[in-house]
């Protein structure tokens, strides 16, 4: 069954370094999403990619983060430099566009835990 | 700014029992919904999805949409332990959003 790959699956750093996680989509699943989960709350979007283009950033700090996806296909998420508040589950997602009829049904990889100290 | 409201719970019900989870919308554009199952520690699982007003049913789940009263809700009939976890209502599609709630922890009591 296809699956959306991450990693690494836990990551633990000190404040001020810099952390990088990996999304692999489904393959054919143009659409990619980074979010963030903070213990007791729902997931929230950092960014949206609809094949190697940003489609919504708006939620990103980008004063420290960063994401892309060059190729089209597998993504980064970076953070440099970390904060303690940036202690979280990241998660990737990967739908369908709207226009292959997939409803952007998001299907979620297993999440990379960061823990900052 | 859009929102998707849910009861966090914890809702706890027998094994064997109908557990409801209810889950209400803000944005009236929205055009899809979905329930994801969130066991601790893991990520969210899709459970289902639904689009038109009315009941969708899948094995044991039944998704209802009110579109008008801007509600949705989940049905878990014949609960067992192993579905206590946290449900996630999202709404979005049509090329906006799709925004998560904060979860409802169930607990199925054996």
């Known amino acids: 069954e296809a699956e959306v790959a991450q990693s690494p699956r836990y990551k633990i750093t000190e404040k001020s370094q810099a952390v990088a996680f990996w999304c692999d989509p489904i393959s054919g699943h143009a659409t990619l999403y980074w979010y963030r989960q903070i213990l007791g709350q729902g997931p929230e979007l950092l960014v949206q990619f609809q094949d190697e283009s940003v489609v919504d950033d708006s939620q990103l700090p980008k004063d420290r983060f960063s994401a892309e996806r060059l190729k089209g296909v597998d993504s980064t998420l970076k953070i440099q430099p970390a904060e303690l508040g940036d202690s979280a589950m990241y998660l990737c997602a990967s739908s369908l566009p709207l226009l292959a009829g997939g409803h952007e049904t998001q299907y979620f990889g297993p999440g990379t835990r960061l823990l900052v100290l | 700014q859009k929102e998707v409201e849910q009861n966090s719970g914890p809702l706890s019900v027998p094994e064997g029992a109908i557990a409801s989870l209810n889950c209400t919308y803000s944005?009236?554009?929205?055009?899809?919904f979905f329930w994801y199952r969130q066991y601790s520690g893991k990520s969210p699982e899709l459970i289902m999805f639904?689009?038109?007003?009315g009941d969708k049913e899948d094995g044991r789940f039944t998704a209802q949409l009110n579109k008008a009263s801007q509600y949705v809700s989940l049905l878990i009939r014949d609960s067992q332990p192993s579905d206590s976890a946290t449900y996630l209502c999202a709404a979005g599609g049509g090329g906006f959003k799709t925004i998560f709630g904060a979860g409802t922890r169930l607990f199925v009591k054996a």
């Open positions: 639904i689009y038109s007003n």
């Open positions: 944005d009236r554009g929205s055009q899809s």
